[in-house]
């Protein structure tokens, strides 16, 4: 019987070894850390986010320039494909109020006991603590603390992750192991994260901590409404996370961006500047703020912080500059700290089967390729449906050999 292996135990490998161990394949899954599914178990820790009950064709555009690529992995396993595959694990999901879906105990535990449960049932050979080191030829080297193996296989199916946490796991460590192959590999970068901006230490030491609530944000990715919080190097939360690829790549294109808020996104400009102008003019310019214009203590700071003079300023221009608070970005936070990468295998480098081309029998899926998308559940929703559609590929190209 045909032996494969997958090399690394995230959410894209272990569904990749559930499709091919139900097939009947005899599968090895190879993991470098002493435990699987670190990352997965990380993201469990703010409610796991398994994915999004939007619409669907509004869940394949969150994968932007990807989508078209992923598109068959992700009409094979959709929203609901995952809501009933956990339910098929014994984890009942429910959709919070913005469509987020999660398990309802909001942890990623219960749900990777019963899938390895599942997985050992199944018959799924798991082999911690061994650490692909490269190829050999057409066989692959694994560091174990017995020293190092050699091994062949009939098909591989690599899921190593991307390169956010790297202490998790995931660190990329195989993109040169790749690139000697000839396979084009995007370079990595920090997606969904936090960003660097020059806030003065008085600022940085009286908010950070802050969340700035109910107000909208616009870059090149559009005018978004959510919240963040001011931290001491800049600001994170969803709504850094949702401009996160916007930001970034403006800032590696033009070496400079900025993000402007609106802190009052509830009331147009004419009516603030009339409020405004409707204070006595004995008010200290923080009540002024506060009475007129309803800004708590942290949005009228960064009005001060972001906009010079701002004190100085008629009704009309304060109102103007109350909608569009502008925040310069200075530089992404380091990819260690990001929730999700960009880069990658290229998709150039995959046919229709998750299988390299330039490597036949070896296939790749999750976030090793090169596709990022928004929090909301997408990253896990596409590991798990390209872990099982190159595992499914894994079947056709068995099958035809
Ligand atoms: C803090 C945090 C919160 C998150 N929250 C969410 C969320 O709520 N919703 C959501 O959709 N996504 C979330 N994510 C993202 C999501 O967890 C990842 O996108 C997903 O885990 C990627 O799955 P993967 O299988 O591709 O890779 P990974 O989960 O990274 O797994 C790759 C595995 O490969 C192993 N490996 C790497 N190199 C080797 C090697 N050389 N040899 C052997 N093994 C190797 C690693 O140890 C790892 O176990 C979160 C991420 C973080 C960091």
Not at 2 to 13: N, Y
Not at 145 to 174: C, H, I, N, Y
Request: aromatic share 8%; proline share 5%; net charge positive.
């Amino acid at each position: 019987m045909s032996q494969v292996a997958i090399i690394g135990g995230g959410p894209a490998g272990l569904m990749a070894a559930e499709v091919l161990a139900a097939a009947g394949r005899s599968v090895t899954l190879f993991e470098a850390m002493p435990t699987v599914g670190r990352k997965l178990l990380m993201a469990g820790k703010s409610g796991l986010n398994i994915t999004h009950a939007e619409d669907h064709e509004a869940l394949l555009r969150r994968y932007g320039a990807a989508s078209g690529r992923l598109r068959a992995a992700l009409d094979g396993f959709t929203a609901q494909d995952i809501r009933a595959w956990c339910l098929g694990l014994g984890v009942e999901t429910f959709v919070g109020s913005s469509g987020r879906v999660f398990p309802r105990e909001m942890k990623a535990s219960p749900l990777l006991r019963a899938w390895l449960a599942r997985l050992a049932e199944l018959g799924v050979e798991i082999q911690t603590r061994h650490r692909w080191v490269g190829f050999e030829d057409r066989g692959l080297k694994f560091a174990t603390p017995g020293g190092e193996v050699r091994l062949q296989f009939d098909a591989v199916l690599l899921a190593l992750g991307g390169a956010s946490w790297p202490r998790l796991g995931s660190d990329a460590a195989w993109v040169p192991w790749l690139r000697e192959r000839g396979i084009a590999v995007a370079p990595f970068l920090p997606a969904n994260c936090g960003f660097e901006t020059a806030w003065s230490p008085a600022f940085a030491e009286r908010f950070a901590g802050a969340p700035l609530k109910s107000v909208t944000a616009t870059s090149s990715a559009g005018t978004l409404p959510g919240e963040f919080v001011i931290t001491r190097w800049g600001m994170e939360g969803s709504l850094i996370y949702a401009h996160s690829a916007a930001l970034r790549d403006s800032l590696l294109a033009d070496g400079r961006t900025v993000l402007e808020v609106d802190l009052m996104p509830g009331r147009s400009q004419d009516r603030l500047a009339r409020d405004l102008a409707r204070q006595p003019a004995k008010f200290s310019f923080s009540n002024r703020l506060r009475k007129g214009a309803g800004l708590d203590p942290v949005k009228a700071g960064l009005l001060r912080e972001c906009v010079a003079g701002a004190a100085g300023l008629d009704a009309e221009r304060l109102a103007a500059a109350i909608k569009a608070v502008p925040i310069v970005i200075l530089r992404p936070r380091p990819i260690e700290e990001a929730i999700s990468s960009a880069g990658g295998i290229g998709f150039s480098e995959l046919d229709e089967r998750f299988m390299l081309e330039r490597l036949p029998g070896f296939f790749a899926a999750g976030e090793m390729l090169d596709w990022e998308a928004p929090t909301g559940g997408y990253l896990l929703t596409a590991c798990l449906a390209t872990g099982r559609a190159a595992a499914q590929g894994m079947l056709d190209y068995l099958a035809r050999r």
